[in-house]
């Protein structure tokens, strides 16, 4: 319990936004939420675009000092409390041996996984020999930020790569992938453990290079029943996180379109559950209780309204949980076309809005 006296030195100290950020994943009192945004560096941008015209994608992911230059972007313009590290969740499947196309119109892989031989022939890599690339843009924003900005890592969560690496692509619905999972139980659920085994080696490896938290993006677990996911998807998610746990660097886990699915989120594991817009974050505070820490969940596209809009959305969202256990965020990237002055209201307002002030419980409740 938090003495009266504990959260007013919390709140009075200046902390950094490490501190900052690693206090809120661990639930712990701050004196305001921490606030980045997902796909802070991205096409909103006019340096991003810049860059983009004389580089591809792919080339940007691969190339350190281009990736960082990318991921710090947002820090300069927005002064966003995190950088993550600019790179793509599929670089992971490339590295897996899966031949991959990536540009601004989707991902694209020609040769998708459609069989247990397909499953056997994807490689358990050395991330520092396939991936060396992303570690040493880590690196590299470590040296630049020094030790009071945290930088993100990330990847994959498994049954979402499962989607990209059996469709070849985004497709509606994911019918071939559920199809597979349905029609081959056990070379799905050996293809889900083998994305778990690499992608926890390819996570450490992020962490030992310097990443201060690492977030899992399943964005397509919400196309799953509550039965599905609990079945289907979640072993998987809790293998990965199991094989995490001894780390030091707090685990996010984005869920979108997952609703339904919270009982069993909640199970997987992570320090912090991320979740989109159609959460009730008072909801899921009062189901989860205080030990989670939660992420989100302005909707991307209120960044595209009025300043009021942004502002209610942001104070709105801090005041379902006071900010307690909570880093403030979109509920998915953030789009394209937005205003980059209304990126930079949705940090200010965030780190501006006050908390009040932290009541202990009673003795007994």
């Not at 694209?108 to 069989?115: C, D, F, M, N």
């Not at 619905?173 to 070379?187: I, M, N």
């Not at 996010?252 to 997952?258: A, W």
């Not at 159609?278 to 992420?295: E, H, I, N, S």
Request: glycine share 8%.
């Amino acid at each position: 319990m938090t003495s009266p006296v504990e959260q007013s030195s919390y709140s009075s100290q200046t902390l950094t936004r490490k501190e900052l950020f690693l206090r809120a994943c661990r639930s712990e009192p701050v004196p305001r939420v921490p606030v980045w945004i997902m796909r802070q560096a991205g096409r909103y941008l006019p340096e991003y675009r810049e860059i983009r015209k004389k580089h591809a994608f792919l080339d940007v992911c691969k190339t350190p000092e281009l990736a960082q230059e990318v991921s710090l972007q947002p820090y300069r313009r927005l002064g966003v409390d995190a950088v993550i590290v600019f790179s793509d969740i599929l670089i992971l499947a490339e590295a897996m041996g899966v031949h991959l196309e990536l540009n601004d119109a989707g991902p694209h892989l020609p040769e998708p996984v459609r069989t247990a031989q397909h499953i056997e022939a994807l490689r358990m890599f050395d991330p520092e020999q396939e991936t060396g690339f992303l570690m040493e843009a880590i690196r590299g924003l470590r040296r630049t930020l020094g030790s009071e900005v945290p930088v993100l890592g990330f990847a994959a969560a498994p049954w979402t790569l499962a989607c990209y690496l059996i469709e070849g692509g985004t497709r509606e619905g994911f019918a071939t992938v559920k199809a597979f999972a349905h029609e081959q139980p056990r070379a799905f659920r050996s293809l889900l453990e083998k994305i778990a085994r690499v992608t926890a080696r390819y996570l450490k490896a992020q962490i030992a290079a310097g990443a201060a938290a690492v977030q899992l993006f399943d964005t397509w677990c919400g196309e799953l029943t509550a039965n599905e996911y609990a079945e289907i998807a979640l072993p998987a998610t809790q293998q990965l996180l199991g094989e995490l746990d001894a780390s030091p660097a707090p685990v996010i886990l984005y869920t979108k379109g997952s609703n339904h699915l919270m009982d069993s989120v909640a199970k997987a594991g992570a320090d912090v559950l991320s979740v989109d817009w159609r959460v009730d974050l008072a909801a899921l505070r009062a189901k989860l209780g205080p030990d989670v820490a939660l992420q989100g969940n302005v909707d991307p596209a209120i960044l595209l309204g009025p300043a009021a809009g942004i502002r209610g959305a942001v104070r709105g969202a801090i005041g379902k949980t006071n900010g307690a256990g909570h880093i403030l965020n979109l509920g998915h990237g953030i789009l394209p076309t937005t205003p980059v002055e209304n990126a930079q209201l949705f940090i200010e307002t965030g780190q501006k809005t006050p908390l009040a002030p932290h009541v202990p419980a009673a003795p007994g409740t």
